[in-house]
């Protein structure tokens, strides 16, 4: 599969479904929850497509995978507030775990996209400007 644009990635393809699935069931949260868990949930949900297009746009591999780094840690983020919002009565099971296993299957697409990245030569890295002259 060739990558044009992070938007060819499955990894953010599912990961905005998973976005999408927030919002979604979110919409009906207490209004008392709007600056609070909603917020929160739905912060970390985009946090995760977000970081991955942007260390895809990123001119390395090293920092690629930084933004992966960040986007598995907005899924851990995400699942622990999901694990709350269930706990609280928020969200019943029939909500609760479609989001989650979409949670676990993001996270192993992005270990998978981070372990492939780890292989491969670093094609992306190049200077963006000459280095600094040497001293004569």
């Not at 094609?123 to 963006?128: A, I, Q, R, T, V």
């Amino acid at each position: 599969m060739v990558v044009n644009s992070y938007e060819d990635l499955n990894v953010w393809q599912r990961a905005m479904d998973l976005v999408e699935g927030v919002y979604r069931s979110t919409e009906r949260f207490p209004q008392a929850e709007m600056y609070g868990l909603t917020s929160q949930l739905r912060r970390a949900a985009v946090s995760i497509p977000s970081n991955i297009a942007e260390g895809n746009a990123r001119e390395s591999t090293k920092e690629y995978l930084h933004y992966l780094s960040i986007a598995q840690g907005s899924l851990a983020e995400l699942e622990t507030q999901l694990v709350l919002a269930g706990r609280l009565g928020l969200l019943d099971q029939t909500q609760l775990e479609p989001l989650c296993a979409l949670v676990a299957e993001v996270r192993r697409m992005a270990y998978g996209l981070r372990n492939a990245l780890k292989r491969r030569p670093d094609s992306k890295s190049w200077p963006l400007a000459p280095g600094p002259r040497p001293l004569q």
